[in-house]
């Protein structure tokens, strides 16, 4: 993408035009004084994402500004400054957010080669945004207390009364509201609501987020959580007794959350901002997500951490990104259902 400037010089009489032809330097090839500053709204912590941006920077040799934050508040600040949002790049925790996002015509349209990059199973159809790593939603459990031919087929029954007592979750948390979300969509208002109460009458342990549910589960004081499953290769797998599990067939509790990003409509930064996004799709951003954050890679032939079991594409229930934004119905029904 290289801009070509041509200029017209007027030679001794009128009627002979001289074409001098000038390439206009890539990102790559300027210094990082000369490039632009690429602003980053990040819904991702920076414990997750900032060492990379760092590698970004001293690679594309780009200035990058991160601003972190949630990402309901960042996706916020964007729409409610509109056209006049510094942001160059929104990168989101949970993908749906971006849907909501294409929705209000606030993303700009990828070029062909970063979307080629991505399985187009985890991207928007109309190339707005890209997938960058995933968190598959999965029951934790102990393994001193369950086998595998034990435990649930399906996550509608974490419903029945057998399992009273035994479960835990995180009502709160953001990928459980949006899990939630998908549910009300795959399965009706209706249902999801009668699958909420009788969970609620088997009692599960409250957590305010997933990570202390796997310690939960491993430090023996909780059977199974319901979590994403990267929480579980944070702990040391010497004499780690928790173990994941996802459901045998294609079922509304195999879902991959997305972490995703896109450009802001209108930014005067597209070329950098889009060799920003790029490279987190690269052989080496992938690398990072999945060697340094145990995540599933979005780009295909990318290697999983040793620690993290190759996924099952064929049982995840593939879930319209703008059904897992649909969270405010979300939050009356679990305000509802005193979850709230």
Request: net charge negative.
């Amino acid at each position: 993408m290289i801009a070509i400037l041509m200029m017209v010089l007027a030679c001794g009489d009128d009627t002979q035009n001289e074409i001098t032809v000038q390439e206009k330097p890539t990102i790559q090839e300027m210094s990082i004084a000369e490039s632009p500053t690429i602003i980053v709204y990040s819904g991702r912590g920076e414990a997750l994402v900032g060492e990379l941006f760092t590698q970004i920077e001293e690679e594309l040799k780009v200035n990058i500004e991160v601003q972190y934050g949630s990402t309901p508040e960042m996706v916020t600040r964007l729409l409610t400054e509109a056209d006049q949002s510094p942001a160059d790049i929104i990168f989101a925790q949970d993908s749906g957010h971006l849907g909501a996002l294409t929705k209000q015509g606030r993303l700009e349209m990828l070029s062909p080669s970063i979307l080629d990059d991505v399985d187009s199973r985890f991207q928007a159809k109309d190339g707005t945004w890209i997938g960058t790593s995933g968190r598959l939603r999965v029951l934790v459990y102990d393994s001193k207390k369950y086998t595998v031919d034990q435990l649930p087929t399906s996550l509608k029954d974490l419903a029945d009364p057998k399992w009273k007592g035994v479960l835990g979750w995180a009502p709160g948390n953001g990928s459980f509201q949006a899990h939630v979300s998908a549910l009300r969509h795959l399965w009706g208002e209706v249902e999801t609501k009668e699958w909420l109460e009788g969970v609620i009458a088997n009692e599960p342990k409250r957590f305010p987020k997933n990570s202390p549910q796997v310690k939960a589960v491993n430090d023996g004081g909780l059977g199974i959580g319901l979590v994403n499953h990267y929480y579980l290769h944070r702990l040391d797998p010497n004499g780690r007794t928790a173990v994941n599990y996802s459901f045998p067939d294609v079922d509304g509790g195999n879902i991959l959350m997305l972490a995703g990003v896109g450009v802001r409509k209108g930014s005067p930064n597209k070329e950098a901002a889009e060799q920003v996004i790029e490279y987190l799709v690269s052989i080496e951003g992938q690398s990072h997500f999945t060697m340094n954050n145990f995540e599933y890679p979005t780009r295909p032939n990318v290697p999983t951490n040793p620690d993290v079991p190759d996924i099952n594409i064929e049982n995840l229930t593939h879930v319209p990104q703008e059904h897992l934004a649909d969270v405010g119905p979300t939050r009356t029904l679990l305000k509802d259902l005193s979850l709230q």
